[in-house]
DNA sequence: ATAATGATTCGCT
DNA sequence: GCGAATCATTATG
């Protein structure tokens, strides 16, 4: 059988591929790439699993809606391949891939994630039981890997960023993932609508299924 | 299994 | 002040 996934074997991400215009596209293509945190030279991270696409102007779902420069959405309009790392709800810090050439204020929301790597340091993080509720969330998954503010605006693609990107060994397939709406923009209007979240299918560790898969809420409920 | 609610801080009007 | 790209807990059927 497989070899536990190493983190040598993976190759990091170029900066081509996050620089890209269509935000929506990488989005998509980042479901089954993998994420890092190094913390004292161990790494802890996973697969990305769920992703969800902002993109300013025109979508008023974006905290940079109308190229709105503020001091909190300026890393949005760098060039992609920087974090944008927030706090919602006064509680929870969210995690971006900031996209796109520069001066395009675009991201990549990062919603959930595969553990893989440290998860001795995610259930201390977390404490909690369930290993599928580890990391299956925006705000769960910063909390497992020790993701906060103080990481905003490092480049992913720095030579000893604390944060790294790297490529899956072969790239998902299209009847592997699944598209939805967004989730949590219900001020957003019709942009709450838009098909701009992506996610792997048979995954274990989304945040959150489109109806209609009985199996798999059996599955979730061990 | 679904619904309601409190937590808690920051950005912006 | 208001509301937010969320989550855990509690209550109820």
């Known amino acids: 059988m497989m070899q536990p996934l190493s983190v040598k074997d993976l190759q990091p991400v ?4 996050l620089e890209q215009k ?4 990488l989005a998509r293509e980042l479901v089954g790439h993998y994420l890092v945190h190094w913390i004292e030279g161990k790494a ?12 300013a102007p025109h979508d008023p779902a974006c905290h940079a809606h109308l190229n709105r420069r503020t ?14 790392i927030y706090l919602c709800y006064g509680i929870h810090h969210l995690f971006n891939i900031v996209s796109g050439p520069e001066s395009y204020a675009h991201a990549v929301l990062i919603r959930a994630l595969e553990p893989i790597w440290g998860r001795d340091f995610m259930d201390e993080n977390r404490k909690i039981k369930s290993t599928h509720n580890l990391t299956n969330g925006p705000g769960k998954l910063t909390q497992a890997l020790g993701i906060d503010r103080t990481l905003n605006e490092s480049y992913l ?15 998902l397939s299209a009847d592997e993932l699944m598209v939805s709406k967004r989730i949590g923009i219900d001020y957003a209007g019709d942009a709450k609508e838009w098909p701009w979240r992506f996610y792997e299918k048979q995954s274990l560790y989304v945040s959150k299924r489109l109806f209609g898969d009985k199996s798999f809420l059996r599955h979730e409920a061990n």
């Open 14 to 17: 170029s900066s081509e591929f």
């Open 71 to 84: 001091k909190r959405t300026e890393i949005m309009f760098a060039k992609g391949g920087h974090a944008y």
């Open 44 to 55: 802890v991270g996973g697969k990305i699993v769920e992703t969800e696409a902002y993109q």
């Open 22 to 25: 269509d935000t929506v596209r």
């Open 157 to 171: 693609l720095a030579q000893n960023s604390p944060l790294q990107l790297f490529q899956p060994p072969a790239p």
